[in-house]
């Protein structure tokens, strides 16, 4: 495919033996549909051997190449060059997390405070059942929309580089870890809510900590929304406090016989491609 432009990558270096940061740049021959992490292979292959980002599914979904670019957070892999309208790029890693090298942040503290928020369902009317399935937990599709949004997290932790209150208090839980409190929490499948996530409501590193300044929700590349979901829970933490937060249905299960033979009018499965 011809090449439509060059564009210069102009990308901060950070290696723990030098300890000081720098700006090095990089001309790249841009085709169309080149993104930006394709960029970033062309450097590493062709100019650079010693740049480090990270890269994985190379589709949005993994969340691995999130990083900042003129400024404004991105996935790597889905973010078009000629996109973005530009003859210079500004490649940066994510802010609010130490730097491992060059366009690699330290995941690790947003994963610990991921953990302290049990991002799971909690059950205690059926441990039996919850621990060894017999059937499937019921929910109505009005019940799912309540954190379908919220579950589409995919902990690239541009939210928590882009929160300012982040930056300026370490101990906050942060966007992403409240969003998934948030997302158990009004699961009717969860019976732990927020009582057993006490964490949230900490007058420290809890939700009251959010001012709501909304660069957590103008950074995520999925839609999440988490400026919303810190507000939601926000709203949730009142009404328990005060007693006036209706108590929250639980879904039962439906129990299925997996040894029963299928109904006379189940459609029949496709005829094999391979017979063995």
Same mark, same amino acid.
């Given at each position: ?10 990308? +901060? ?23 930006? @992490? ?51 790029? &500004?490649?940066?890693? @994510?802010? &609010?997390? &130490? ?40 929910? @109505? ?102 007693? +006036? ?32």
């Amino acid at each position: 495919m011809e090449k439509v432009k060059d564009v210069v990558f102009r990308i +901060l270096r950070y290696s723990p033996e030098d300890g000081k940061p720098t700006w090095s740049e990089y001309e790249v021959p841009v085709i169309k549909g080149m993104t930006v @992490l394709q960029g970033l292979f062309h450097i590493k292959e062709t100019q650079d051997p010693t740049l480090s980002f990270r890269a994985s599914c190379r589709m949005g979904v993994c969340g691995s190449c999130a990083m900042k670019v003129n400024g404004k957070h991105i996935l790597a892999c889905q973010t078009q060059i000629l996109k973005l309208h530009a003859d210079v790029l &500004n490649v940066e890693p @994510l802010s &609010n997390y &130490n730097v491992i090298k060059d366009l690699v942040p330290d995941l690790f503290p947003m994963f610990e405070k991921h953990a302290t928020v049990k991002p799971y369902i909690i059950r205690y009317s059926d441990p039996e059942e919850f621990n060894d399935p017999t059937g499937e937990y019921l929910q @109505l599709p009005d019940e799912l929309e309540e954190y379908l949004q919220f579950s589409y997290c995919i902990k690239c932790g541009a939210c928590v580089s882009a929160c300012p209150v982040v930056s300026g208090d370490e101990d906050f839980l942060g966007p992403q870890a409240l969003t998934q409190a948030y997302r158990y929490a009004v699961d009717t499948r969860d019976e732990g809510y927020i009582v057993d996530r006490d964490v949230v409501s900490d007058i420290v590193s809890g939700v009251f900590r959010c001012h709501f300044v909304g660069a957590c929700s103008d950074a995520c590349p999925k839609g999440v929304d988490p400026g919303m979901a810190l507000q939601l829970l926000k709203k949730e933490l009142f009404l328990n406090s005060f007693g +006036l937060k209706r108590k929250k249905k639980t879904a039962g299960f439906h129990r299925i016989d997996f040894n029963a033979p299928p109904p006379p009018d189940a459609p029949k499965p496709p005829p094999k491609t391979v017979e063995g």
